[in-house]
C-alpha cells in the first residue's frame, strides 16, 4: 500500500508538504500542489482517516442509533440522515438495538473508538441516555436524539407533533359520527406512544365521551401486537366502531385480526393508523394514516448537527414537525346500527350528549 512517504518521494517534496496539500493545512504552492496531486492519482493513494480522526481527534463519521431497522419507518429516516451528512462530507455509521438497551450501550460504548463528530439517536425500550450522551459530549461530540425522547432529555432533539396528529385523526373519527371508540398505542415507557395516546384521549374528553380502560390497549411498535389486542377489543360489548392505531405496523395487524373475525373494515369498523407507510397504500382497503415524513426527521437532525459542526453554540434545540391526515378507504361513517340517533330540536348548534362506552 502506499504511503505518504512514497509519495513524497515521487513528487520531490517533503512529507509535511504532502501533509499541508492533502490536509489542505497550509498554502503550497500551485506547481508544487499539482506534482502531490498527480503522484497521488498515478498511485491510487488513499489516505488513513483513521490516522486522520487520531489527529483531529475526530472523525467525519455520524454515527446513527436505531430501535428496530425491520420496521419500514425507519429506513426513510435513516436515508434523510444520511443525504444530508453525504452532501456535507460526512458518512453514516448505523447501528441497530432491535429495542434492548443493553444492545444499545454496547454501540455507544463502541462507538467512541471510531470518534464519530456527532450521534442521531432513536432510543429503545427503557432507554436512558443522559450518561452516555454526556460521555460522548466530553469527547466532544455532539448528540441529538429524534422520535422518541427519553426522560429528562435536554439535549437536541426532533420529533413529529405526536399528540397533535392523534387528536386531529381522532377528531375526525369523531366527526364521521362514531362514538365507541377504542386505541391500541405502542409502550407507553415510550414519548412519542404517550403523547398520541394523549391527543385520542383529548378529542375524546372535548367530545364527552367517557373512555373506558379496556378500550385502551397497549402493545408493541408491531404487527403481532396489533393482531393480538385487535382481537380483545373486537369481543368487547359495546364493539368499537373504530380503531386509532398507535403506528401502521399495529394497524395492520389489526386488519389481519378484524378479516380473520369475519367483519368488514370500513363497513363494520374503521381503522386509523400513524406514519403514513408506503405499505399503506396497497392493503385492502388502503389505510388512513396520521402522515409524519420519516425522511424529514432524519434529515432535521443530520442539519442541526451539520449546524452545531459549523459552531452553532445556541442552547439546545427542541424541533417539531408538523403532521398530516391522509385519508384512504379504511374509515367511514359507522354501521347504522350503531349511529346516535340526531340531536332533539331545540339543541341546535350544540353537540348532544355521546353514547359511548361506560365504566
Known amino acids: 500500500m502506499t504511503t505518504m512517504k ?4 515521487i513528487a520531490g517534496v517533503s512529507l509535511g508538504t504532502v501533509s499541508n ?15 502531490v496531486l498527480e503522484a497521488v492519482h498515478a498511485t491510487g493513494y ?11 481527534d475526530k472523525s467525519n463519521m455520524i454515527g446513527m442509533i436505531i430501535p428496530d431497522i425491520t420496521n419500514p419507518f ?12 453525504f452532501s456535507n462530507g460526512y458518512h453514516l455509521l448505523l447501528c441497530n438495538t432491535d429495542n434492548d438497551h ?39 461530540t455532539e448528540v441529538v436524539c429524534i422520535d422518541r425522547l427519553p426522560r429528562n432529555w435536554r439535549g437536541d432533539s426532533v420529533t413529529a407533533n405526536n399528540e397533535e396528529g392523534s387528536y386531529n385523526a381522532t377528531r375526525y373519527l369523531l366527526q364521521l359520527g362514531h362514538t365507541t371508540l377504542a386505541t391500541i398505542t405502542g409502550p407507553l415507557h415510550l414519548s412519542n406512544a404517550l403523547d398520541r395516546l394523549n391527543g385520542f384521549k383529548r378529542a375524546m374528553c372535548e367530545a364527552k365521551l367517557h373512555l373506558a380502560p379496556g378500550y385502551v390497549q397497549e402493545t408493541t411498535f408491531n404487527e403481532k401486537g396489533g393482531y393480538s389486542k385487535a382481537l380483545i377489543l373486537l369481543r368487547l360489548n359495546p364493539r368499537p366502531t373504530a380503531i386509532f392505531a398507535g403506528n401502521d405496523m399495529i394497524a395492520f395487524g389489526a386488519l389481519l385480526a378484524i378479516r380473520e373475525s369475519g367483519l368488514r373494515c370500513p363497513q363494520d369498523i374503521s381503522l386509523m393508523g400513524f406514519d ?14 396520521v402522515s409524519q415524513s420519516g425522511y ?46 340526531p340531536a332533539s330540536k331545540g339543541r341546535r348548534g350544540t353537540m348532544p350528549a355521546l353514547a359511548g362506552p361506560r365504566a
Not at 496539500?21 to 506534482?35: Q, S, Y
Not at 427542541?318 to 340517533?341: D, G, Y
Open 296 to 341: 424529514q426527521l432524519g434529515a432535521t437532525a443530520a442539519g442541526l448537527l451539520v449546524d452545531r459542526f459549523k459552531g452553532d453554540a445556541s442552547p439546545a434545540k427542541h424541533i417539531v414537525l408538523e403532521t398530516s391526515l391522509k385519508l384512504r378507504h379504511s374509515v367511514a361513517a359507522p354501521p347504522q346500527a350503531f349511529q346516535r340517533k
Open 276 to 289: 403514513d407507510l408506503d405499505l399503506a397504500e396497497t392493503t385492502d382497503p388502503s389505510l388512513s394514516s
Open 46 to 56: 488513499q489516505p488513513s482517516q483513521l490516522a486522520r480522526s487520531l489527529r483531529r
Open 74 to 85: 425507519f429506513p426513510s429516516v435513516v436515508r434523510g440522515a444520511e443525504d444530508v451528512a
Open 102 to 140: 443493553s444492545k444499545e450501550l454496547v454501540h455507544f460504548k463502541r462507538l467512541r473508538a471510531y470518534l464519530p463528530a456527532g450521534l442521531i439517536v432513536i432510543p429503545s425500550n427503557f432507554s436512558e441516555l443522559t450518561e452516555q450522551a454526556e460521555s460522548h459530549r466530553r469527547m466532544g
Open 21 to 35: 496539500v492533502l490536509n489542505n493545512t497550509a498554502r503550497v504552492r500551485e506547481p508544487v500542489r499539482k506534482r
Open 6 to 9: 512514497e509519495i513524497a518521494k
